[in-house]
C-alpha cells in the first residue's frame, strides 16, 4: 500500500463538509462548509481525535438543541498546476451546507454549471457557476431557493436524478428520503417543487443514489425510478416511484451492514458497493427480483466509510463491461476513492478474478494520512490519463489538500 504526501495543503477558515469538482469546467470546485454556533452557556469544544461515529453524527446531525444556529459558506477554487486558489466566497449566514453536488445534465435551463446543495434548515439552494462579463472572472450566482421539509430538519445529502434534470433526491435527518420533482425543470425561484416521500428510514437517512438499469431489463422510461438509500437504522433499501401511484418497496436488507449505511455506490447489473460506520467497504449482489442479496467481497478499511467516489475502471477496463463480465486480467478492476472519516483517504481496487464471479476482491492500493480530523468530503478531478488529482477535506482541522495518484500499472 501506498502512502501519499500532499502537493499542497489549506487551512479555511470554517469546516469543509464537502467538495465537487465542476463537470464541465474541471479546473473549478467547489467546498462546502459547516460551523454549528452554540448558543448554551458552556461552549462546544469538539474532539479533534474523535474516532466514534457517534461524534460524527453528533457533529452533522444535532438536531436536539433547538437553540443552536448553523452557518457556512461556498468556496469556489480554481486548479492551476500545484496551487489550489480560492476564487470567490459565497458566506451561507443563515444556513450550513451538508453536501453539494452539480448537475450532471445540459438542458435549455442549465448546461451542466448548475449545483445543488443542501442545508442545515430544510431546503435546497441552487446556484449558478457565472462568469464576469468585465473582469471574466469566475463566480456563483444564486439562482433560487426551495423549502423542501421543516426548518428543523437538516437535508444530510442530495443526488441528481441521472437521465431526468427536473429531479433531486433528498435524504433528510429525520429519517425520510424524498424526490423533489421541479415542474419547469429550471430550478428558479419561482419555479414549483412538488416533493414526494418515497421511504423513512427508523433513524438519520444517511444517503441514497438512483438506479437505472438495475438488472439490464429495467429503466425508467415507464417513468419508474428505482432510489437507493441507507439509514443510521442500518438498512439499505430499494424503493420504485412512478411518479403517479408513489413509491412501492422492492427489497429492504438490516442484516447485512452492523452500523449505519452512509455511502452507496451503484455499479449496475445488481451490484453495489456500499460504506458504513463499521469502518467496511462491501460489494453486494442484490437482483431485483428472485435471489438473495449476497455480500461478495468486503474489506475493513480503518474508519468510518463515509463517501464513495468512482475514480473509473483501471487502464483496458471500463466500468459497466467490469461490472458485467467476468475479466480475464484479474489485475483490473475498478478504482474507488474513499473517505474514511478519522483515517483519512483510501484508494480502493475493486477486482473480480478468472476463476469465477464471486470471487471478487477489495485491496487498499494508496492511503492518504495527512488529515487529523474526520474525512468527509474527497473528489477527483474529472479527466482522462493516468495521473488523477485529487482534493480531500478534513473537518475539525478545516484542512483542505491536493494530491496525485498514478493509477496506470495498478
Not at 462546502?32 to 474523535?50: Q, V
Not at 451538508?98 to 434548515?121: N, R, V
Not at 426548518?151 to 431526468?164: D, E, M, N, Y
Request: hydrophobic content about 35%; proline content about 4%.
Amino acid at each position: 500500500m501506498t502512502s501519499i504526501s500532499s502537493t499542497r495543503s489549506l487551512t479555511l477558515d470554517l469546516p469543509p463538509s464537502c467538495i465537487a469538482f465542476c463537470p464541465t469546467q474541471p479546473h473549478l470546485s467547489i467546498v462546502g462548509t459547516y460551523h454549528l454556533h452554540d448558543n448554551r452557556t458552556t461552549t462546544h469544544k469538539p474532539t479533534p481525535s474523535a474516532t466514534d461515529a457517534d461524534e460524527a453524527a453528533d457533529d452533522q446531525d444535532d438536531t436536539a438543541q433547538p437553540a443552536q444556529t448553523r452557518s457556512g459558506s461556498l468556496i469556489l477554487y480554481e486548479l492551476n498546476g500545484d496551487e489550489i486558489l480560492p476564487i470567490a466566497t459565497s458566506p451561507t449566514p443563515d444556513f450550513a451546507i451538508l453536501d453539494a453536488k452539480w448537475s450532471p445534465h445540459t438542458t435549455t435551463t442549465h448546461s451542466g454549471e448548475l449545483l445543488a446543495i443542501a442545508t442545515s434548515t430544510g431546503s435546497l439552494a441552487f446556484y449558478d457557476l457565472s462568469t464576469d462579463r468585465s473582469s471574466g472572472a469566475k463566480g456563483l450566482t444564486l439562482r433560487g431557493s426551495k423549502q423542501i421539509c421543516e426548518p428543523s430538519v437538516l437535508v444530510l445529502s442530495l443526488a441528481w436524478h441521472p437521465s431526468r434534470a427536473d429531479v433531486v433526491g433528498v435524504t433528510l435527518s429525520d429519517g425520510r428520503v424524498c424526490l423533489c420533482c421541479c415542474e419547469s425543470g429550471a430550478w428558479a425561484a419561482e419555479s414549483t417543487v412538488r416533493v414526494t416521500t418515497v421511504f423513512e428510514h427508523g433513524l438519520e437517512a444517511w444517503t441514497l443514489a438512483f438506479t437505472t438499469g438495475w438488472d439490464d431489463e429495467d429503466d425508467d422510461d415507464d417513468g419508474q425510478m428505482g432510489v437507493l438509500s441507507g439509514g443510521d437504522d442500518l438498512v439499505l433499501q430499494l424503493s420504485n416511484w412512478d411518479g403517479s401511484a408513489g413509491s412501492t418497496p422492492r427489497w429492504q436488507d438490516r442484516k447485512i451492514h452492523q452500523a449505519g449505511v452512509t455511502a452507496i455506490l451503484p455499479l449496475g447489473h445488481g451490484l453495489i458497493v456500499t460504506g458504513s460506520y463499521d469502518d467496511r467497504i462491501r460489494l453486494i449482489s442484490a437482483p431485483s427480483i428472485g435471489g438473495r442479496r449476497q455480500v461478495l467481497a468486503e474489506l475493513d478499511l480503518g474508519g468510518g466509510v463515509w463517501r464513495l467516489v468512482l475514480l473509473g475502471g483501471l487502464p483496458g477496463q471500463d466500468g459497466v463491461s467490469f461490472a458485467h463480465t467476468a475479466s480475464s486480467d484479474s489485475t483490473r478492476g475498478l478504482l474507488i476513492l474513499a473517505s474514511c472519516m478519522h483515517a483519512g483517504t483510501r484508494i480502493v481496487k475493486l477486482s473480480r478474478s478468472e476463476q469465477g464471479e464471486k470471487d471478487w476482491t477489495f485491496e487498499v492500493l494508496a492511503r492518504f494520512g495527512e488529515h487529523k480530523s474526520m474525512n468527509y468530503g474527497s473528489d477527483v478531478q474529472p479527466g482522462e490519463g493516468r495521473m488523477k488529482t485529487i482534493v480531500s477535506t478534513s473537518f475539525y482541522d478545516k484542512l483542505l489538500c491536493l494530491w496525485r495518484f498514478d493509477i496506470g500499472g495498478k
